[in-house]
């Protein structure tokens, strides 16, 4: 959902990867990290998760930074509170 009045940068609230649309055996990306996880059928999966780091150091500059991070961690909630429906 889009808001036309508000003057918040793109990346607003997904400094996190968007968990609800996780692609395996592909990263999946939000402003400030990457994950990335590996299925290979009945084998065992892997996991990596990455801090990017210098767009990270541009996140905690930013004058945005502690709602957008709080919306990011917002978000990351709900998707986990809907995963145990």
């Known amino acids: 959902m889009s808001d036309k ?3 918040h940068r793109e990346c607003y609230g ?3 990867p968007d968990f609800e649309h996780l692609k ?3 990263p999946t990306e939000g ?3 990457r994950v990335f996880v590996e299925n290979i059928g009945a084998g065992r999966q892997g996991r990596e998760q990455e801090v990017k780091s210098e ?3 541009e996140c905690v500059a930013c004058v945005d930074h502690h709602p957008c991070y ?3 961690m917002a978000k990351l909630a709900l ?3 809907l995963a145990q429906c």
Request: net charge neutral; aromatic share 14%.
């Open 55 to 57: 767009a990270w150091e």
């Open 31 to 33: 402003k400030a990290f």
């Open 24 to 26: 395996y055996n592909q």
């Open 79 to 81: 998707h986990r509170a």
């Open 5 to 7: 009045t508000n003057s």
């Open 14 to 16: 997904n400094l996190l």
């Open 70 to 72: 709080e919306l990011s």
